[in-house]
């Protein structure tokens, strides 16, 4: 049986690592990033950036002023025993974001989309929202992604549907021009990992985006090469636009394009791309039969696919 109250310590710690944490791979990719600049102020503001981190990570304090929208991802084993059941997890996971916020590890951020009433706890419909995989064995991972609102609000989520006829040029080009777009004046704090979705209907490329975007490790690949090859096509083609941090110009313009497929239509594929901001807030932790709880690296989200 998987304890509510481990639940609850496993989904807190994914908050505040994710908050305050940042993960190996996105600090290896901004040093990279650093060393290969050429640009003085890009040079700068990377070295900052790394050192905000760091510091951040010694004094557990949120890397960004805008800890985003709270999205949680469950892999769910097919035999695991959660006490409650789903509707129980989803309880605790409201209280722990409750827990996160008063502790100042979330900021009071989520409020109504009409009359802006904020609840002052970041809990309202549809928040948090919570995605579910289905998996083998007994165990539930948790994943916390914060997903900022500069790299969701100011174009840097956009979407369309490509004519077959017009294929992997047209679907280059929507994503490039959307790219370019969104970190016009720095609007999405470049350079982002870029997620991409491409095929079934609107929202499953969207959802697939932002999946690429927040759960894959900076430096992982496609392992379909068509799709790989389309990675690495995408990321040398907008790093050689010379955008660079906060769009103030230079070698770095993404750290990472991330690609993930569905089968679609033959009247047409959408194709959505979702910007995640360059520090990739995540955390997750694993909860095995006993109720012991482990944190990992990697959220491992398309494991076996």
Excluded at 190 to 195: D, E
Excluded at 262 to 283: D, E, L, M, P, W
Aim: with cysteine.
């Amino acid at each position: 049986m998987l304890k509510q109250k481990v639940i609850y310590d496993a989904v807190l710690s994914a908050i505040i690592k994710g908050s305050t944490h940042i993960s190996d791979d996105v600090i290896q990719a901004l040093t990279a990033a650093r060393d290969a600049e050429i640009n003085e102020s890009s040079i700068l503001g990377l070295e900052d950036t790394i050192k905000s981190l760091v510091i951040s990570r010694e004094k557990a304090l949120p890397a960004c002023t805008d800890t985003g929208w709270p999205l949680f991802y469950f892999k769910i084993g097919n035999n695991a025993s959660i006490e409650g059941g789903i509707l129980a997890l989803e309880e605790t996971t409201r209280k722990a974001v409750i827990s996160a916020t008063e502790q100042g590890y979330l900021r009071r951020t989520m409020k109504h989309p009409l009359s802006g009433y904020d609840p002052g706890n970041n809990i309202g419909v549809n928040i948090p929202w919570f995605t579910y995989k289905f998996v083998p064995g007994t165990h539930l991972q948790v994943t916390y992604v914060a997903k900022g609102g500069g790299s969701e609000v100011f174009g840097g989520t956009r979407s369309r549907m490509v004519a077959f006829a017009d294929g992997t040029m047209g679907i280059k080009k929507f994503i490039i021009d959307s790219y370019v777009a969104a970190t016009y004046a720095g609007a999405i704090c470049p350079p982002s990992i870029l997620g991409v979705g491409i095929g079934g209907t609107a929202n499953i490329a969207a959802d697939l985006a932002k999946e690429a975007a927040c759960l894959r490790l900076i430096g992982t690949h496609h392992p379909e090469k068509e799709f790989r090859q389309l990675e690495e096509d995408l990321f040398d083609a907008i790093n050689s636009l010379g955008i660079g941090i906060m769009a103030a110009g230079g070698n770095t313009s993404v750290l990472s394009v991330n690609i993930e497929y569905s089968y679609t239509h033959i009247a047409g594929i959408a194709v959505a791309i979702s910007s995640n901001c360059f520090i990739s807030r995540r955390g997750t932790y694993l909860i095995t039969e006993g109720s012991k709880m482990e944190y990992m690296k990697d959220p491992d989200w398309f494991g076996g696919r």
